[in-house]
C-alpha cells in the first residue's frame, strides 16, 4: 500500500482526498487489465474510464466550462500508473489529445468532448514529427487553404492512439510565416479518408503508437482551432497543462517500485537475517522515498500554482516533470536492483516498471528541453 500521506498537504482540498481514495477504490477492483492486445485493453479502458466517470476529469465541459482541474488529473496520473501504465496511458491521452479543444476550441469544437469525456471517442495529439520532436517550430506537414477550408498533406511521427482514435488535434504550417509564427492547429476526425496510418511503431512498452500520413486531407474552415499562425502558442500552452501529469505519472511508477522494494527487502531472507537489515538497502530505500516526495512536491505544486490561476506555468511544470521522471528512473533502477536476478523477470512488477518509465523522459518534451524551459525563465529574471 502506497504511503498516502502527501494527501495531507495543503496543496489539496476535501474534494482531492475524496476523489483520491475513489479512485484507489476503482483501480483495486479493476486494474491491471490484460497487456496481451494493446489497441483493445486500451479501447476497453477509454470505454470503461469513461462509464465509470474518470474520463470527466480530463477536459472540460461543455456545458459548464470551468477549466481543467490539474491537482485532480495528477492525483487520477499517479493513481491509475501504481496500477496499471496502460490504464494511466488511456486516461492521459484523453486530455492531451484534445487539449488543445478544452483550451482553445471553438464552441462546435468542443462538443467533441462530450465523447472524449465519455468514453465513446479516443483522443489524439498529432504534433511531433520524424524530424521535428523537440524543435516543434520545425514541422512541415502543410495546411493548404482553399474555397472550403484547408488541405493537409505530409506525415506526423510517434502518434499516441495513432490508428484508433477518433479524434486528432494536428498541427501544421500555414502560409509562409517563419518557424512558430506560421503553425496552426486542426481538429480532425479518424473517419477523414485523408489520414492514412502508414506505420505501427512497436517500443519496449507496448501501447498503441503510429505514423500518420495525410494524403490531400480536407477539412473545413471550421477544423481551425483558435487563429491561423497560433499554433505553437496552443501547442506549448497545451504542454504547459499536461506535462505536470507526465511528472505524476512517473511518480506513481515510484511509488509502486517502492512499495514492491519494501515488500521484497522485508522479506527476502539471506546472510542470516532480511534484506531489509542491510544499511546499503536501506540506503537504496531512504534514497527512493526521498526522491519520492520532492517528486511528489515539485508535481503538486506546478498543479496547484496553474489550479489558483497562473497565466503560465511553464516552468514550474517543466520542473515537475524533468525531476520526476529522472528521479522515477533512478528509483525504478534501484527497484531491479533489489529485486535481484527477479528484476529482470517477465512479469514482475518492477521489469514492467522498468520499461515503462523510460519513454517518460522522452515525450512531451525530452529532459533537455525542460532544462531549456527552466533555464531560459532563470536567466529573463
Ligand atoms: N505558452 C505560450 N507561449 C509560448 C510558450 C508557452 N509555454 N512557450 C513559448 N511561447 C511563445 C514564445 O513567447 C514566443 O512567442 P513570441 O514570438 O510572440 O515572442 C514563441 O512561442 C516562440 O517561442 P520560443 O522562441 O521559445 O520557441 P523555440 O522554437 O525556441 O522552442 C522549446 C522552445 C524547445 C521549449 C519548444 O519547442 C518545446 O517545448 N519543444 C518540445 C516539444 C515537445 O514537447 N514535443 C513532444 C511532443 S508531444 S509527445
Known amino acids: ?9 495543503p496543496f489539496f482540498e476535501p474534494r482531492h482526498r475524496d476523489l483520491a481514495n475513489a479512485v484507489e477504490h476503482w483501480a483495486r477492483e479493476n486494474l491491471p487489465v490484460d497487456h ?4 483493445a485493453a486500451c479501447r476497453g479502458l477509454v470505454a470503461q474510464l469513461g462509464t465509470d466517470g474518470w474520463l470527466t476529469h ?7 466550462p470551468r477549466g481543467i482541474d490539474l491537482r485532480s488529473l495528477c492525483l487520477i496520473r499517479e493513481t491509475l500508473a501504481r496500477h496499471d501504465a496502460l490504464a494511466d496511458f488511456s486516461f492521459a491521452m484523453q486530455g492531451l489529445g484534445v487539449g488543445a479543444v478544452s483550451l482553445f476550441g471553438s464552441q462546435e469544437q468542443q462538443e467533441h468532448l462530450r465523447r472524449t469525456r465519455n468514453g ?21 506537414l502543410s495546411a493548404r487553404a482553399d474555397a472550403d477550408g484547408f488541405v493537409l ?7 499516441s492512439n495513432g490508428g484508433i482514435a477518433d479524434i486528432y488535434v494536428v498541427f501544421a504550417r500555414t502560409g509562409d510565416a517563419p518557424a512558430a509564427k506560421g503553425i496552426s492547429a486542426f481538429l480532425v476526425t479518424g473517419d477523414n479518408p485523408g489520414i492514412e496510418i502508414a506505420e505501427r511503431l512497436e517500443v519496449i512498452a507496448p501501447h498503441p503508437l503510429a505514423r500518420l500520413r495525410f494524403n490531400n486531407c480536407r477539412v473545413g474552415l471550421e477544423a481551425l482551432i483558435g487563429r491561423t499562425g497560433q499554433g505553437f502558442k496552443i501547442a506549448m500552452a497545451t504542454l504547459d497543462v499536461f506535462r505536470a501529469t507526465v511528472g505524476a505519472a512517473a511518480l506513481g511508477f515510484s511509488r509502486r517500485a517502492l512499495d514492491e522494494s519494501v515488500e521484497r527487502a522485508r522479506e527476502r531472507k539471506l546472510f542470516g537475517g532480511h534484506l531489509s537489515d542491510l544499511q546499503l538497502v536501506q540506503g537504496h530505500i531512504a534514497d527512493m522515498a526521498l526522491a519520492i516526495d520532492a517528486a511528489a512536491l515539485l508535481v503538486y505544486r506546478a498543479a496547484w500554482v ?6 503560465r506555468v511553464s516552468r514550474e511544470a517543466a520542473m515537475a516533470k524533468l525531476f520526476a521522471t529522472e528521479k522515477a528512473q533512478e528509483v525504478i533502477d534501484k527497484a531491479v536492483q533489489i529485486h535481484g536476478g527477479d528484476g529482470v523477470r517477465k512479469g ?12 517518460l523522459r522522452i515525450y512531451e518534451g525530452a529532459s533537455e528541453v525542460q532544462k531549456v524551459v527552466i533555464a531560459r525563465d532563470a536567466l529573463a529574471q
Open 1 to 9: 500500500m502506497a504511503d498516502r500521506r502527501f494527501l495531507a498537504w
Open 36 to 39: 496481451a492486445d494493446a489497441d
Open 58 to 64: 480530463t477536459a472540460i465541459d461543455p456545458d459548464e
Open 120 to 140: 465513446t471517442a479516443i483522443a489524439a495529439f498529432a504534433l511531433s514529427e520524424a524530424r521535428s520532436g523537440s524543435d516543434v517550430a520545425n514541422i512541415e
Open 153 to 159: 498533406n505530409g506525415e506526423k511521427m510517434w502518434i
Open 306 to 311: 496553474k489550479d489558483a490561476g497562473a497565466p
Open 348 to 359: 514482475c512488477v518492477v521489469e514492467s516498471l522498468y520499461r515503462e518509465i523510460r519513454a
